[in-house]
Structures are given as C-alpha cells and as structure tokens.
C-alpha cells in the first residue's frame, strides 16, 4: 500500500496545485481497494441498502379530515394522531398551513408517510418544549432528559427476530462468509444479524482497531448485552456456510460468542416529506440542559427516511438511534431569534447502522453539527455544507463512519468532539473524511483516532502509519470527491 502512495503522491507534486490526485486506498476506480483494507465499504448505505429508491407513496388520507385546523393557534396533534390510527398504510396529506403541536406525533407501525405540499408551505409550530408538555426527571447527573431523547414527531420501533444459530468458526473482517453450528433455513434475500458479547473487554478494544480500551462508561453500559448487533442480507446458503451481501465490518471470534439471529423490525417504510418546523426561538437553555425543541426522532426502525424539511430554532434536529437503513436528504438548518450556537444536535446517528445523511445545508451552528456515538456505524453523511461543520465524535465507540464531497464552510470546528472522558476514545476505528472543502481558515491536524483516514484536505504533511493514522492530503484535491458515490458504483448491487 504504501508504495502506491508514494507513486501517487510523486505524481502529484509533479502536477499543477489545483489538479487532483488519487488515494493510495482507492486508486482511479477502486483498484486499489480491497474489503481487508483499513478503507471500509460504505456503499450499502440509506434505504434498501441503496438497492431501491425512496418511493412516491399514495396519498391515503388527510390530516384536515381528521379535525385539522392547520390556523396557528389550534392544538393539531391529536387529529395528527387520529389520522394515523385510521390510516393502514399510504401517505398522509398535511395540506399548506401552521399547524400547532402541543404533543407528541407518534408512528408505531409500517408503510405510513407524513408529507406536507413543502417546506415554508407546511409548518409544524412547537410553541412549548417536550419538557413542559411532558415533564421527565434529568438523569446522569442533573442533564436535562430531553438533551438526548426525543422528537415532536416520533417514529418508533424494535428490532425482533429469533436466534438462528451459533456462529461456528472465526471469521476476518472483509470477508463475507460464515460457518454457523447448525444447517439454517434461509431464502436468498433474507436480513439477518451478527451478534457479539464481550466478556473479557477484547471486542471493546477490538471496535478500537486492537489500539485503544474502550471506556468504562462503555463496558458498565454493555454488560450482560451485545456489543455487536449488525445487519447484512443474505445472498447464500450452502449447509451451515451462509454468504452474506456485505463484507463483515469487525472480526467474528469464538470468545465473543457470535450468534446468527433474524431481522425482522418492527416498524419500516415510514416517511416524513415536505414540511418545515418552528419552535418559538427563546434563547437555548445551557449544553445538556436543553428543554426538547426537538423535531423528529427514529428510534429503532429500518428503511425509514426524511426528505424535503427545513427546521428552525431547535435543540435536536434529526435524531436516529438504534435504526438501520434510514435515508435523511434535502434537509435544512437554520436559526430566526436564536444566537449563537443555536442547538445541541443538528443530524445526530447514534447506535445505527449504514444510514445515509445527505443533501443537508447548514446555515447556522450547533453545539454538535452531525454526530455519531454508540458503536454507529457504516453512517455516511455526504454531498452537504455549512457555516461551520464540525463532526462530533461523541464516545461509546462510532466506528467506520464516511464523511465525504462536504463544504464545512469555516475549517477551524471540524473535528471538535465531545462526550464524557470515561466513554473511551471519541472514536473507534476507521473513521473516513474523504474530500472536505473549506471556504475559510485552515483544517486543523487530524486527531489520532484509531486508524483514522483523512484523504484530500488540506495541505499539511503525509503521514501513513499502518496502525495508526492515514493522513493523504492530495494537495486539497483527491479524485474521485465522492467516495460514496465512487464506492456505490464499483461495489453496489
């Protein structure tokens, strides 16, 4: 590997400033790569795995004939609320208007869509916080409940499924079979998930790239439950051998006592389109005391999506936690009264894997712009700006995670990170910024999180450490910019 880089690297001090080079991770078209590599696939990202576009969903039903007023000053969340419990499945028309929240909106079952005719056009109002609506004690040492949790519109699920069988014998990361104890009975095409428990605190460190400990906060959180709950379809069965359709992101070892379980969420296919939210714009209660102008919140649900919404003055964007396969695009930040650093978290994926965040546009600042926490993974966030991005790196092991084709605006914030310092390392291994622009101030040094990669930004000096960090500047230019959209076209479907 490293020879490439130094080829490629002589080519590019040989060109002109402003010409592009390629990584020695990936090459011109992904030559280079390989499912081994400390470059991890993230090409299976955001709805169906990428396999299927969102679809157009059938208006079913109307919020207006449901008691509605949609006037600025009536209560409408309880005819929200009434319109998806008659509502079997198809979208559910949120007709132009100011429609006031004074609750929660709540999802709890599959194939339902909330879609407005457009943001500005339909505006959900939140004039008092979750915390006033629903007050809930503050946990973890007096921070404020709804810091972390939480959203006026809910989509809610879990993650079912039965246990399969044992996973027999070990397995590399990269690669894509299993060897299970017993003969399963699967149908190509099936979603299952890899389980993993660490009892002796290797696989905590394993998430870490077999570098760094993870915290104790983490180990105290975890135990007695799996570390490693992950998804991938399968593409084969032959006896106890099963082929999976994506490349194993962690090592399988017989200590962790892999399984082999269904998936079967509980909650897919729900959709949130075409509307914007405002919340009252009263100054920002201090970090971690925030009182819940929170917007939309997933938790536990797979192949979901938000699409087309603008948010204003909140203290929680987008939440997705414990999801998998979600798609956020076309999604717009910004601030009316507020000042300042105007919310907690803006995009916030946290225990979720290969959602997909892209389309955004931030025009104001959060305390956490887009973060990734507790053992996300396979996340891409893409094809986005800001005014000052920073990727919030906030514990409890996030690992390969792709951040790529994005306009920080302001440098300087890029790597600002947060989360309590007995939650481990900000981040486990094979975080990947691939292709960030600045319009002002420098990148600063990239952090040494485990095996971090940071191809084409900035100018600073290489450093390639086969156990450490992969610092490949390119001179600010790497070629292809987009590694999801390169990735996605060498290795999808």
Same mark, same amino acid.
């Given at each position: 590997?490293?020879?490439?880089?130094?080829?490629? @690297?002589?080519?590019?001090?040989?060109? /002109?400033?402003?010409?592009?080079?390629?990584?020695?991770?990936?090459?011109?078209?992904?030559?280079?790569?390989?499912?081994?590599?400390?470059? /991890?696939?993230?090409?299976?990202?955001?709805?169906?795995?990428?396999? *299927?576009?969102?679809?157009?969903?059938?208006?079913?039903?109307?919020?207006?004939?449901?008691?509605?007023?949609?006037?600025?000053?009536?209560?409408?969340?309880? #005819?929200?609320?009434?319109?998806?419990?008659?509502?079997?499945?198809?979208?559910?028309?949120?007709?132009?208007? !100011?429609?006031?929240?004074?609750?929660?909106?709540?999802?709890?079952? %599959?194939?339902?869509?909330?879609?407005?005719?457009?943001?500005?056009?339909?505006?959900?109002?939140?004039?008092?916080?979750?915390?006033?609506?629903?007050?809930?004690?503050?946990?973890?040492?007096?921070? *404020?409940?709804?810091?972390?949790?939480?959203?006026?519109? &809910?989509?809610?699920?879990?993650?079912?499924?039965?246990?399969?069988?044992?996973?027999?014998?070990?397995?590399?990361?990269?690669?894509? @079979?299993?060897?299970?104890?017993?003969?399963?009975?699967?149908?190509?095409?099936?979603?299952?998930?890899?389980?993993?428990?660490?009892?002796?605190?290797?696989?905590?460190?394993?998430?870490?790239?077999?570098?760094?400990?993870?915290?104790?906060?983490?180990? *105290?959180?975890?135990?007695?439950?799996?570390?490693?709950?992950?998804?991938?379809?399968?593409? #084969?069965?032959?006896?106890?051998?099963?082929?999976? +359709?994506?490349?194993?992101?962690? +090592?399988?070892?017989? $200590?962790? @006592?892999?399984?082999?379980?269904?998936?079967?969420?509980?909650?897919?296919?729900?959709?949130?389109?075409?509307?914007?939210?405002?919340?009252?714009?009263?100054?920002?209660?201090?970090?971690?005391?925030?009182?819940?102008?929170?917007?939309?919140?997933?938790?536990?649900?797979?192949?979901?999506?938000?699409?087309?919404?603008?948010?204003?003055?909140?203290?929680?964007?987008?939440?997705?936690?414990?999801?998998?396969?979600?798609?956020?695009?076309? &999604?717009?930040?910004?601030?009316?009264?507020?000042?300042?650093?105007?919310?907690?978290?803006?995009?916030?994926?946290?225990? %979720?894997?290969?959602?997909?965040?892209?389309?955004?546009?931030?025009?104001?600042?959060?305390?956490?712009?887009?973060?990734? $926490?507790? !053992?996300?993974?396979?996340?891409?966030?893409?094809?986005?700006?800001?005014?000052?991005?920073?990727?919030?790196?906030?514990?409890?092991?996030?690992?390969?995670?792709?951040?790529?084709?994005?306009?920080?605006? +302001?440098?300087?914030?890029?790597?600002?990170?947060?989360?309590?310092? +007995?939650?481990?390392?900000?981040?486990? *291994?094979?975080?990947?910024?691939?292709?960030?622009?600045?319009? !002002?101030?420098?990148?600063?040094?990239?952090?040494?999180?485990?095996?971090?990669?940071?191809?084409?930004?900035?100018?600073? #000096? /290489?450093?390639?450490?086969?156990?450490? $960090?992969?610092? $490949?500047?390119?001179?600010? !230019?790497?070629?292809?910019?987009?590694?999801?959209?390169?990735?996605?076209?060498?290795?999808?479907?």
């Amino acid at each position: 590997m490293l020879t490439e880089f130094h080829a490629a @690297k002589a080519q590019n001090e040989a060109m /002109p400033a402003s010409a592009p080079s390629t990584s020695a991770l990936w090459g011109e078209k992904g030559e280079l790569w390989s499912a081994s590599s400390r470059l /991890p696939d993230f090409s299976r990202a955001g709805y169906r795995s990428g396999a *299927a576009p969102i679809p157009r969903v059938a208006v079913a039903a109307n919020v207006r004939d449901f008691g509605a007023k949609g006037d600025g000053q009536t209560d409408d969340a309880p #005819a929200f609320n009434r319109a998806i419990a008659a509502t079997t499945r198809g979208a559910i028309l949120i007709p132009a208007g !100011r429609y006031v929240l004074r609750g929660v909106v709540r999802i709890e079952k %599959s194939d339902l869509v909330l879609r407005g005719e457009g943001a500005g056009q339909t505006v959900l109002l939140a004039p008092a916080s979750l915390s006033e609506l629903d007050p809930r004690p503050s946990r973890d040492g007096g921070k *404020a409940h709804y810091s972390f949790t939480g959203g006026f519109l &809910t989509v809610a699920g879990k993650t079912n499924g039965a246990t399969l069988a044992d996973v027999a014998e070990p397995a590399p990361r990269g690669a894509r @079979k299993l060897v299970l104890s017993q003969p399963v009975d699967l149908a190509r095409g099936a979603l299952v998930r890899l389980q993993m428990s660490d009892a002796n605190h290797t696989l905590g460190r394993h998430l870490h790239g077999d570098e760094e400990d993870a915290g104790q906060d983490t180990y *105290a959180r975890l135990e007695g439950r799996p570390w490693v709950s992950w998804t991938a379809r399968v593409v #084969a069965v032959n006896g106890r051998e099963l082929t999976l +359709d994506r490349p194993l992101r962690l +090592d399988v070892r017989p $200590e962790w @006592k892999p399984q082999l379980l269904a998936y079967e969420p509980t909650v897919v296919d729900v959709g949130i389109e075409n509307l914007s939210f405002e919340f009252p714009g009263r100054a920002k209660m201090p970090h971690l005391k925030e009182e819940g102008f929170n917007a939309i919140h997933f938790s536990g649900v797979s192949d979901c999506w938000v699409r087309g919404v603008t948010i204003t003055d909140a203290d929680n964007g987008i939440i997705v936690s414990g999801s998998r396969f979600c798609t956020v695009e076309d &999604t717009h930040f910004r601030h009316d009264k507020r000042r300042g650093l105007t919310g907690h978290h803006a995009l916030w994926a946290t225990g %979720s894997q290969e959602c997909l965040f892209q389309k955004f546009r931030f025009d104001t600042t959060y305390e956490h712009d887009i973060t990734v $926490e507790g !053992r996300a993974t396979g996340n891409v966030f893409r094809d986005g700006s800001g005014v000052a991005l920073n990727f919030d790196h906030h514990r409890n092991a996030p690992y390969e995670n792709l951040f790529t084709n994005i306009d920080v605006g +302001d440098a300087r914030r890029v790597y600002a990170s947060s989360g309590r310092g +007995d939650r481990g390392p900000h981040s486990g *291994a094979r975080t990947t910024f691939w292709g960030l622009r600045a319009q !002002r101030g420098e990148f600063p040094p990239a952090p040494r999180w485990p095996r971090i990669n940071v191809i084409g930004m900035g100018r600073a #000096a /290489p450093s390639l450490t086969a156990e450490r $960090e992969w610092i $490949e500047p390119l001179g600010g !230019r790497v070629q292809p910019p987009d590694l999801y959209e390169a990735q996605r076209g060498r290795l999808g479907r």
